[in-house]
C-alpha cells in the first residue's frame, strides 16, 4: 500500500516525506503519525488528511498535465514520476479551439518521447497499453476542452501504463481552477 498526505498547500509530497511506499495495513497507523512529524519539521506544515491506496508496481511511469494561458491550452506528456523534472523528457500539442485531442495526434505525441521504446516493448520488456494510455489522454484533453477557463492547470503524474490490456492507473494528480 501507499500512505501520502493530501494537501492543497505541498504540491510535491515526496519532497518532505509527504509519500511512503510499501506500508503493510499494521504499519499504517505508526507511520501515518511519524509522516505527520516529518512533513511538519520539513514544510512547517501540519498535514491532518491522508490517503492509503493501491501500490502500482510493473508499468512505465508517464507525466500527464494541462495548462491554460491567454496563448492557449497546452496538453504535456512526458516521462513520469520523480524523473520528469530530471529528464525533461516531454511533448506538447495545444488544444484546439472546440474539443480535445483525437487519437492520432496524442499517438504521435507518445511516440515522440525519447521513452518511447520503453512502451514499445524495449529489450524484451512487455509492450504497453498504449491504447489505454491514448484513451487516458484523449479524456484528459476533452475534460480540460469542457472545464474552458474555469481549468487553470492539472497534473497526473505518474500515469502508470500496465502491460498490454492492463490499462492505466493515476497515482497521484493536482487540478488548479479558477
Known amino acids: 500500500m501507499v500512505l501520502k498526505i493530501l494537501s492543497g ?12 511506499v510499501g506500508v503493510t495495513p499494521e504499519q499504517i497507523g505508526a507511520r501515518l503519525g511519524a509522516m505527520a512529524d516529518e512533513v511538519e519539521a520539513k514544510a512547517r506544515v501540519r498535514p491532518t488528511r491522508f490517503l492509503v491506496q493501491e501500490m502500482v508496481t510493473g508499468g512505465t511511469e508517464l507525466i500527464l498535465g494541462m495548462h491554460r494561458d491567454p496563448l492557449g491550452t497546452a ?3 512526458g516521462m513520469g514520476g520523480v524523473t520528469a523534472e530530471l529528464f525533461q523528457d516531454t511533448t506538447m500539442r495545444l488544444l484546439p ?3 480535445g485531442l ?3 495526434e496524442v499517438l504521435s505525441m507518445a511516440r515522440e518521447l525519447k521513452t518511447w521504446p520503453l512502451l514499445d516493448g524495449f529489450r524484451g520488456r512487455p509492450k504497453a497499453d498504449v491504447a489505454a494510455l491514448v484513451d ?9 476542452s469542457q472545464l474552458g477557463d474555469r481549468l487553470v492547470e492539472a497534473e497526473i503524474n505518474p500515469v502508470f ?3 498490454e490490456g492492463r490499462g492505466v492507473r493515476a497515482a497521484d494528480g493536482v487540478v488548479v481552477l479558477r
Open 161 to 163: 501504463v500496465l502491460p
Open 136 to 144: 487516458a489522454i484523449v479524456a484528459f484533453s476533452r475534460m480540460a
Open 9 to 20: 498547500e505541498i504540491t510535491h509530497k515526496s519532497d518532505v516525506g509527504g509519500v511512503a
Open 97 to 99: 479551439p472546440q474539443g
Open 102 to 104: 483525437g487519437r492520432d
Open 75 to 77: 496538453i504535456l506528456l
